[in-house]
């Protein structure tokens, strides 16, 4: 256990409904990262967040993908309009600084 | 896209045998580092190698960087069943808040 949770840890939707993961990070740690993991595959990154401010989002992979970070803590990601291709496994990631990262365990995602 | 490449793909040994991953990556760093990931869970930090450090060692674990090269090994040594898992290395993306570039990883299998 690194100390980084994320909610929940399976998520089985039907295509077309919206999806929110939430990721709480190391308490003291104030970046927080989001990756996606196909199967096969090593983790994809999407976006990143330094405190409350989410520095980086270009890499989100469709305007249907959204995150946020309010007042620097927790974080949710969520999936509009779900389709088949994002059934995937979702990661969060935490850091002190520009160090080593420590994961959660994952949100795998299946859309039906 | 995916900064580092593994390789092989699969690994099979007995217990008791080394265990060596290959990774190559494209561009200059400030350092590498290597990922577990047993499966279907989330990645577990093993060693961070800095570009001015060419060899590294944690325990069973042995890591070396060729800069010229561009590329790093990671050596297991007397292998267990319980290393048996995914092993990625990943470089960083300092115009993404240091983000995470990682290969497709070596799934390595170790057999009793």
């Known amino acids: 256990d690194t100390g980084v949770s994320q909610d929940p840890r399976h998520k089985i939707t039907k295509r077309g409904q919206n999806v929110t993961f939430r990721c709480d990070p190391i308490?003291?740690?104030?970046?927080l990262y989001w990756y996606r993991q196909t199967l096969g595959q090593g983790p994809e990154f999407l976006t990143y967040f330094q405190n409350e401010a989410q520095l980086e989002k270009s890499r989100l992979l469709s305007d249907r993908f959204s995150a946020e970070r309010p007042k620097g803590s927790f974080s949710t990601l969520e999936i509009q309009r779900t389709e088949q291709g994002d059934s995937a496994m979702y990661l969060c990631?935490?850091?002190?600084?520009?160090?080593?990262?420590?994961f959660g365990p994952g949100t795998r995602l299946t859309v039906l | 896209s995916q900064q580092g490449e593994e390789d092989p793909q699969a690994l099979s040994i007995q217990e008791g045998e080394n265990a060596t991953m290959n990774c190559s990556y494209k561009t200059s760093i400030n350092n590498l580092q290597w990922y577990r990931q047993n499966s279907g869970r989330g990645l577990v930090h093993l060693i961070l190698?800095?570009?001015?450090?060419r060899e590294k060692h944690s325990g069973r674990l042995r890591v070396t960087l060729d800069t010229s090269k561009k590329s790093s090994s990671l050596l297991i040594t007397a292998s267990r069943a319980a290393d048996t898992a995914s092993y990625f290395c990943?470089?960083?993306?300092?115009?993404?808040?240091?983000?995470?570039?990682f290969g497709k990883g070596t799934s390595l299998l170790v057999t009793p």
């Open positions: 308490s003291e740690h104030n970046r």
């Open positions: 990943a470089t960083e993306n300092s115009n993404s808040g240091y983000a995470l570039n």
């Open positions: 990631a935490s850091s002190p600084r520009a160090t080593t990262q420590y």
């Open positions: 190698i800095r570009s001015n450090e």
